[in-house]
């Protein structure tokens, strides 16, 4: 047997693979005996807890995530400047059913969808009227002027990757303000962007149409969205108080934080890995996206700790904006193309700091053959799937140069239990499920740094 280990040790492939076997051992094992994930999502969350773009806590995030990069001794830290918007809630976000018969008034929970304006701070009133998306709005058109339009399209509970079901249902939130002003709506709600039935309501992003009349809108939970869509088939006439207080304020200069250790063989090549700095302004953006934000730092951490050398150049990046504009990756990739930077690969971390099960991913057919034949280096650590397509908001704007995008995917049947909500603090990550995901995503970064992507 020892004969047959040596004369196995003479072909170079199979000494270069046990070594990677070896290197990446050491990278898992360090990351759950001795991982510095945990411990510094803490900080985030708790020392400056939510960090909308433009906020105080986005700054003192952008500081701390600097000042820690630099405490490790990585070879570069520095901040890439960016404006970003300032939107801010300003104030207790109402809904009430104001006239049931069975229920009298009643309050739904409520949270302002972002970058939605106020109602003023006497609120408004009127009737309300259900839709189940975008496309019944458009049969029923003038029917909502003055109302209130409620969309109530449920996430689908039969797709598998929640996200997919998310992404069926988004839309309404997106611009379902805008198409409901089209017809002379007063305001919206909108059901929830979650998978079970809970009374915790979800905010996030909506975007305005410029060329159409901007009206409040309003995410309510989804317990509150079948409660009322219950007394909607009782009641026609029900009418809803509405009251916000969202205001878009002017662009404040924020940053991208970078830090970089330089490769000793091909220093031109760069790897990024990374997840977005900012988050809503509720809870503490733990899972969304403080997790992705400190596994990025942990995956140069380890380089460091372990004494490894990168052959080529491994960059941690913390994007700014991704929740409200996605500013941060776009100037981003606007600065790597104007220095003619060369990414050869930019893995982001953006769907929760839960158990990874794999890595998706978008490139070219080769490029995603070579990734592909690393699975078998992941297996002994459970990660198996590596054939989704997906990448990452953040990184989405570097497509055009032609690096692999890739995401780490976790398991995602909870994320949408905390996704945009007050419930989405630090408690609700597991240890040793987030720490995974950053020894995963050393040792992805460790096989694109040693073999390239040529
Ligand atoms: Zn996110």
Redesign the pocket.
């Given at each position: 047997m020892k004969k047959l280990m040596l004369f196995l040790f003479l072909i170079p492939g199979f000494a270069l693979a046990q070594t990677h076997e070896e290197n990446i051992k050491k990278i898992f094992d360090e990351e759950l005996r001795n991982g510095h994930t945990y411990s510094n999502l803490k900080y985030l969350c708790k020392e400056i807890g939510n960090r909308l773009s433009g906020s105080p806590e986005a700054a003192a995030a952008v500081e701390y995530t600097r000042q820690l990069m630099v405490s490790y001794g990585f070879d570069t830290v520095y901040l890439q400047p960016v404006m970003v918007p300032h939107w801010v809630r300003g104030g207790k976000d109402v809904v009430k059913i104001v006239n049931s018969e069975k229920l009298g008034s009643l309050e739904l929970k409520s949270l302002a969808l972002g970058n939605t304006i106020g109602t003023g701070p006497s609120g408004l009133v009127a009737e309300v009227i259900e839709v189940s998306g975008l496309e019944q709005l458009k049969q029923i058109g003038d029917q909502v002027k003055d109302k209130i339009v409620f969309f109530n399209g449920a996430m689908d509970p039969t797709q598998i990757n929640t996200f997919d079901a998310y992404s069926g249902a988004v839309p309404q939130r997106g611009s379902g303000a805008s198409e409901a002003a089209r017809y002379g709506a007063k305001a919206v709600l909108v059901r929830s962007m979650s998978n079970r039935i809970d009374d915790i309501p979800h905010t996030g992003n909506q975007r305005y149409n410029p060329d159409l009349p901007k009206i409040p809108a309003l995410a309510i939970s989804t317990q509150a969205a079948e409660l009322l869509s219950k007394s909607l088939k009782d009641q026609k006439n029900l009418r809803i108080y509405v009251e916000s207080h969202g205001e878009m304020l002017e662009n404040v200069l924020s940053y991208n934080v970078i830090g970089e250790i330089r490769g000793t063989e091909k220093p031109e090549e760069i790897i990024a890995v990374g997840g977005?700095l900012d988050s809503w302004d509720v809870g503490e953006g733990a899972h969304?996206?403080g997790s992705g934000c400190l596994q990025a730092v942990e995956v140069l951490r380890l380089y460091k700790k372990l004494g490894l050398k990168p052959k080529r150049t491994i960059r941690a990046v913390m994007w700014m904006n991704?929740?409200n504009g996605l500013r941060g990756g776009t100037e981003y990739a606007r600065v790597a193309k104007e220095k003619g930077e060369k990414h050869i690969a930019a893995i982001e971390s953006?769907s929760g700091g839960f158990l990874p099960i794999g890595f998706s991913s978008t490139g070219t057919d080769a490029q995603r053959t070579k990734f592909q034949s690393w699975k078998s280096y992941f297996l002994p650590y459970q990660l198996w799937n590596f054939e989704m397509d997906g990448g990452g908001a953040d990184i989405g704007p570097l497509k055009d140069q032609g690096p692999l995008l890739i995401g780490l995917e976790p398991d995602s049947q909870k994320y949408f239990n905390f996704h945009h909500t007050e419930a989405d603090v630090f408690e609700a990550v597991d240890q040793s499920e987030l720490e995974l995901g950053a020894a995963a995503m050393t040792a992805l970064v460790y096989l694109l740094e040693q073999e390239g992507m040529d």
């Open positions: 977005h969304d996206d991704e929740e953006d």
